[in-house]
Each structure stands twice: as structure tokens, then as C-alpha cells.
């Protein structure tokens, strides 16, 4: 088991690339739907992101994926999306649902091709997010 997780082991965490600028928003967006406070960040390219790519089989330099782990077990792409919807609960989960009747290969397909313009269409960062103040517990090492 992986010495970096949750604070208290508590919530899922996602695993972001921090100089997206689309990840980034991501992250905002979750944090904006998620009230309690539930999930838990870590950039990619951070120790604590690292390791817990290795804690479930991954790699860390080959990873381009939005990660969510929850329950045990690394969701990524959509899976990743779908892992989250569900996570926030309310009616964000309807379309989790709706996501979850495509096919695997199709909505991955589909992640693929924004993944791969995500920095054309989106930019990037020079350096990782750092987060606000008063969020700051929710990132993991540090954001």
C-alpha cells in the first residue's frame, strides 16, 4: 500500500497533469460541485502523484490521463470522468450513467482525441498549479 494517500484515507483522489491548463479547470470544477470536500488532488508530475501511479501498477512518465482513485482500484480516461460524475453525486450522476452505455473503446477514442490537442486548444502552464490557501489541504503534496 502506498504511503501517500487521502488525508484520514478518506474520499478518492485525482491525479491531474498540473501544467494543463484543462486539468486545471477540471480540478476547478470538481472543487466548485464538491462542497464536503470529498476529493483530493495531486498533479501528475508531483512525488505524491508519482507514487501513487506506482501503487497501482502505473507508470509515472508515461501517464497523459486524468486518474481518479477511488475504491481501491486507478480509473482512467473516461473511466476516470465517470469515476468522478458518480463521486459528486446529485444529478451529476445521470449523465455518469448515460456516459457509462457507451462503449469503453468509443468514449476512450473520444478522450484520446481531446487528451491529445489538449495543450493546443486548451494551453499550458509553465509550472504546476499551486493551490489557493484555504484549499491547500486538499492537494497532496502540495498541488
Known amino acids: 500500500m502506498s504511503t501517500v494517500e487521502s488525508p484520514g484515507g478518506a474520499g478518492p483522489v485525482v491525479l491531474f497533469d498540473g501544467v494543463c491548463n484543462l486539468c486545471n479547470g477540471a480540478v476547478n470544477f470538481i472543487i466548485g460541485r464538491d462542497p464536503h470536500g470529498w476529493f483530493r488532488f495531486a498533479s501528475l508530475q508531483s512525488a505524491a502523484g508519482q507514487e501513487l501511479l506506482r501503487a497501482h501498477g502505473l ?19 473516461s473511466a476516470a470522468l465517470i469515476a468522478i460524475a458518480r463521486g459528486l453525486g446529485g444529478w ?5 450513467l448515460a456516459a457509462a452505455v457507451w462503449p469503453r473503446f468509443l468514449r476512450d477514442w473520444c478522450y484520446d482525441r481531446v487528451a491529445a490537442n489538449r495543450y493546443r486548444w486548451f494551453g499550458r502552464r509553465e509550472v504546476c498549479r499551486v493551490p489557493h490557501p484555504e484549499l491547500l489541504e486538499r492537494f497532496l503534496d502540495g498541488g
Open 92 to 96: 451529476w450522476r445521470l449523465p455518469a
Open 59 to 77: 507508470e509515472p512518465g508515461r501517464m497523459d490521463s486524468l486518474v481518479c482513485i477511488a475504491g481501491g482500484r486507478a480509473h482512467l480516461k
